[in-house]
């Protein structure tokens, strides 16, 4: 079954450190990958995407993300973070010919103190 | 931001009882889904909607069933509610490529449901 594995349920990290968050999805096909921040009882925002191209991809707030196919990965980093980036971080995928349909991770806390 | 509203946001209800929520656009886009999100599941798939009266089941449809007369509104009810189905419910949506690509979804604010 296809799926997709964030291992830390909650990272805490100091401000103006820097963060990664990990993701990992369960097959090598042709998939198109996110990353989606939920901010306190809000809906989710997109950070940023790949479907093809370069394998780094920036998105907003600072985060970059890199796709890498041989260990199917694609972890999400910001070098310096911030008190408001204090969020939960959630990893997708679509896998290719399933008409859009997205699969999450179980999310990733991101808890920024001073 | 994309044009979705859910309604209600908040809903307290017993076990046994008929629900529906409502998820209304306005950017006509032909693609609507519906995900339940809980504690360490993520969000799952529940329903989801390609065009007016085409509908798909996701993950987790048991006890759900939905609805689409027309472009702007989808409905998820709940027949018989359980404290199972207790959870926050989102709806997104996506334009069609038309092009074989992938189109971004975009997600409402929610709804939280308490089954008691």
């Known amino acids: 079954a296809q799926s997709v594995t964030q291992l830390d349920s909650q990272v805490p990290v100091f401000e103006e450190a820097p963060v990664e968050l990990r993701c990992n999805y369960s097959s090598s096909v042709s998939v198109y990958l996110f990353w989606y921040v939920q901010y306190p009882n809000q809906g989710l925002q997109l950070l940023l995407k790949y479907l093809s191209g370069s394998t780094l991809v920036k998105g907003i707030n600072g985060f970059e993300a890199e796709f890498n196919k041989s260990q199917t990965s694609f972890h999400l980093r910001k070098p310096s973070v911030h008190i408001s980036d204090t969020a939960e971080y959630f990893c997708?995928?679509?896998?290719?010919?399933?008409?859009?349909?997205?699969?999450f991770g179980t999310g990733t806390r991101l808890q920024v103190t001073l | 931001d994309a044009g979705i509203t859910q309604s209600p946001r908040h809903k307290v209800t017993e076990t046994g009882t008929p629900v529906t929520l409502r998820c209304h656009q306005t950017e006509n886009h032909r693609y609507m889904y519906w995900y339940r999100q809980d504690p360490g599941h993520g969000l799952r798939l529940i329903h989801y909607s390609y065009g007016v009266k085409d509908t798909d089941k996701g993950e987790v449809s048991d006890g759900y069933s939905v609805s689409r007369s027309k472009t702007e509104d989808f409905l998820l009810t709940l027949e018989s509610a359980t404290s199972s189905q207790t959870s926050v419910y989102f709806c997104?949506?996506?334009?069609?490529?038309?092009?074989?690509?992938?189109?971004?979804?975009?997600f409402g604010p929610g709804t939280r449901l308490t089954v008691l």
């Open positions: 997708a995928v679509v896998y290719t010919g399933t008409a859009s349909k997205l699969t």
């Open positions: 997104a949506i996506s334009e069609s490529s038309g092009s074989g690509g992938y189109n971004e979804q975009f």
